[in-house]
C-alpha cells in the first residue's frame, strides 16, 4: 500500500541528496510519496506562518521520513516537524543520507540521530524510533517497507 509520506531534511545543505531519495519511487513499482518542496518561499515568512506551512503539509500523512544529513540534527523546523509529526500520529523513521553524492558527486560526513533528543512512548512503551542507511541498506529497494512498516507501528 503506498502511503502518503512527508520528507523532512535540511533544505539548503542536502537538497540534492533528499530529491534523489523522494523521486526514487518514479522508477518502482509502488507510488505515491508526497512532499511538497516550495521551503525557498515559505522560509522568508515569520514563525507562524512556516508552521502553518509545515503543519498543511502533513495534513492527510500518515508518515514522516527525516532525512539525515551532517547537520540534521537540532534544526529548528526539523524538530517541528518531528514533534508535530510525532503528535499527530505519524509513524516516524530517519534515513542517513550522507553517503549518497551530491551534485559534484562527494559524499558527506554522517550526521547525528535526531530522535535521540525526545523520548517517545506508544501505549506507556518508550519506542525507538528506526533509522537506515539510503547506501548500505539498499533504500531504493526498501523505502517502500520501511514506510509501511513505520506506518503500522503508529497503528494507521
Known amino acids: 500500500m503506498a502511503r502518503k509520506t512527508f520528507f523532512s531534511f535540511h533544505y539548503k ?7 534523489i531519495v523522494r523521486n526514487s519511487w518514479v522508477t518502482q513499482d509502488s507510488a505515491g510519496f508526497f512532499d511538497s518542496a516550495d521551503w525557498e518561499a515559505v522560509k522568508k515568512k515569520d514563525d507562524s506562518s512556516i508552521e502553518k506551512w509545515i503543519d498543511n503539509q502533513l495534513s492527510g500523512t500518515s508518515v514522516t521520513v527525516i532525512l539525515i544529513g551532517s547537520d540534521t540534527y537540532g534544526r529548528k ?22 553517503n549518497i553524492k551530491d551534485k559534484d558527486e562527494k559524499t558527506s560526513t554522517k550526521g547525528l540521530n535526531p ?42
Open 115 to 156: 530522535f535521540t533528543q525526545w523520548k517517545f512512548t506508544l501505549s506507556g512503551e518508550e519506542v525507538s524510533i528506526p533509522t537506515y542507511d539510503w547506501i548500505k541498506d539498499d533504500g531504493y529497494n526498501n523505502l517502500g517497507k520501511w514506510i509501511e512498516d513505520a506506518a503500522k507501528r503508529r497503528g494507521r
Open 77 to 98: 523546523w526539523i524538530n517541528y516537524e518531528i514533534t508535530s509529526s510525532w503528535k499527530k500520529g505519524n509513524g516516524l523513521l530517519g534515513i542517513y543520507i550522507h
Open 13 to 19: 545543505k542536502d537538497n540534492w541528496r533528499a530529491s
